[in-house]
């Protein structure tokens, strides 16, 4: 017995027919990611489409299709480290684009701003491992004075890099 979710209870007004339910494997993304809707036909295989005996127009009939006639695309506006402003343009071209998948999923790979702080994330837990199977380290980040010197020569270290390239 087939456990139904809450839109397989749902009836058409109209035709009293039964919508079919979602199967438990499948999402649905409901968003507008266009500016405005058309159906134009930009010459596309596309299905042409009758309603009451009168063609209403041609519309896509597979997913690719749905991709390529809409374009979706939404602007994202994200806050950085120092409170700043940045928009990005995210475009979708298929279903694969809306992933996640614990950071490593299309989303983030057509997001500078997402990649750049996957990135960052990556480089702060390599060094935490890194901390943690160093013995030394640990012991030197555990003594106050030792800490402190290790940060002020860290300090030095990055300012001349950052020196060195204005030369």
Do not use: W
């Not at 374009?71 to 806050?79: E, G, I």
């Not at 989303?107 to 990649?115: A, R």
């Not at 013995?135 to 106050?144: E, I, N, S």
């Amino acid at each position: 017995m087939s456990k139904e979710n809450y839109l397989s209870r749902i009836e058409d007004e109209e035709s009293s027919a039964r919508i079919e339910g979602l199967s438990q494997n499948k999402t649905l993304y409901v968003d507008q990611f266009t500016a405005e809707v058309s159906f134009e036909n930009k010459g596309l295989a596309m299905e042409e489409v009758e309603e009451n005996g009168q063609k209403v127009g041609k519309y896509p009939r597979t997913m690719k299709e749905v991709f390529a006639y809409f374009s979706p695309a939404v602007n994202v506006d994200f806050t950085g480290e120092e409170g700043e402003e940045k928009r990005e343009t995210l475009h979708f071209k298929e279903m694969k684009d809306f992933e996640i998948n614990n950071g490593k999923g299309k989303l983030i790979d057509n997001s500078p701003f997402l990649s750049e702080l996957r990135s960052k994330k990556e480089n702060f837990e390599n060094a935490q491992k890194k901390i943690e199977k160093n013995p030394k380290l640990r012991v030197m980040l555990k003594d106050a004075d030792a800490k402190g010197e290790l940060k002020a020569l860290l300090e030095s270290i990055l300012d001349e890099l950052n020196n060195s390239g204005k030369k």
